[in-house]
């Protein structure tokens, strides 16, 4: 441009010289001024937002025009302009920065933010995301100034715990052991298994703990206990009851029911004999039909049937059973189960 106009200065003299035209120089100085100016003003305009600023300055600095149009930048702002005017027009575009704050591992990250996304600004802060983790609001929201993003960390683990298992105890009956007795034929023995499970982790925090799966290890063993059903014997006394003195020549402890024939038609007994209060069931294997009896509680106090007859058998009366007769099917009701002493009468 220069060197065009060192030509055009060299042409004007010789032309003025050689026409013999009278221009005043000063003239031909103001021409060159005025081109000199007119090629030295530059137009830019500023794209901020939605507001849009044109100026038209002989300044070649785009931060003097700014500086002109009173456009002030925050240190976080950016600016993007092509390298070159293009027709003399130099088109300059601000991208104003807001703030957000990044809640992640326990700390607090601000950093500038623009017209992007809450990933985006994750991924400038240098915060790795995993498919687990949770982040709020979700990585697609655009961001805005002031807004807080959280970053939850969750992860899963498996572990394992292995756990005692009780053994549990089986109680068989024996004829052979007599009543009130009992003995240990297999002792029983904890088993092992293990747990495993599934463990969520929210922060470094378990949050959950899920059972997965169970694999016994070692099984336990049952324990087994024999208790005696052999009627207790005991040898011959006397017993003082309300009614005197009672010879026995043997002592039974039995399981006592009682049955009513009130609401029977057939009223008799095994022997013949009408079923009434004092006759009762036996077994006659255990207590022969037509033994005398006397009947009352283990302690002899709780209750007592008195003297009794063995007159009647049941198919449900078997071993150390009796079933005691009551005159009312109320009165067998109020008794229900008992435990019960005999005594087998001289």
Known sequence: MFKKMRDFLSYLRRFIIGRSVAVPVISAVTVVCITVSVSSLNTYIVYDGDRVSVLNSYSENWAAALNEMGITLSDNDLVSMPEQPENGISKIHILRAGEAQIDVDGKSIAIPCYNENVMSVLTRAGVAVSQN?????????????????????????????????PFTTEKRASDKLETGKQRVVQKGASGNKRCDYEVKFVNNEIAEKKLVG???VKAPVKKIIEYGTKPVTASGGVLNTGAGKLKYKKVLEVTATAYSTERWKKKTTATGAVARYGLIAVDPKVIPLGTKLYITSLDGKSWIYGTAVAADTGGSIKGNKIDLCFNTHNECIKFGRKKARVYILE
């Open 214 to 216: 169970e694999t016994v």
């Open 133 to 165: 983790d949770i982040v709020t609001p979700t990585p697609e929201t655009p961001v805005t100034d002031g807004m807080r993003i959280t970053v939850t960390r969750v992860r899963y683990e498996k572990s394992e715990e292995y756990v005692k298992i």
